[in-house]
């Protein structure tokens, strides 16, 4: 059974940093598509950054130059790390793994597996 596990989540101030960490478990990262997306109060989830079956990475455009996605497959745990932080980055954030390559890797619908999701508030 896959399990994915958010830890990180927290308050910080406008300019701050995060760490966001997804563990995995009962899943293998090598040949998947994994990401991250965030949901903020009345707002639809997003897709902020994914990391492709190659290794590659993509970002939403609000995001691109303040985060990066990173894995570590000898601890199988996929990262978000944040900075310079918004309030509008304010959400609750959750990883995804999908269990074959993606297409659309910022595309929520492809995903298999979710975590619970983990929040973040962002004040100015």
């Known amino acids: 059974q896959v399990q994915l596990v958010e830890s990180g989540g927290g308050s910080v101030q406008s300019g701050g940093s995060l760490r966001l960490s997804c563990a995995a478990s009962?899943?293998?990262?090598?040949?998947?598509?994994m990401g991250w997306f965030r949901q903020a109060p009345g707002k639809e989830r997003e897709g902020v950054a994914a990391?492709?079956?190659?290794?590659?990475?993509q970002y939403a455009d609000s995001v691109k130059g303040r985060f990066t996605i990173s894995q570590d497959n000898a601890k199988n745990t996929l990262y978000l790390q944040m900075k310079s932080l918004k309030p509008e980055d304010t959400a609750i954030y959750s990883c995804a793994a999908r269990n074959r390559g993606c297409l659309f890797p910022l595309s929520d619908w492809q995903y298999h597996y979710w975590g619970q999701g983990t929040q973040v508030t962002v004040s100015s």
């Open positions: 009962g899943y293998h990262f090598s040949g998947s598509c």
């Open positions: 990391m492709t079956a190659d290794g590659s990475q």
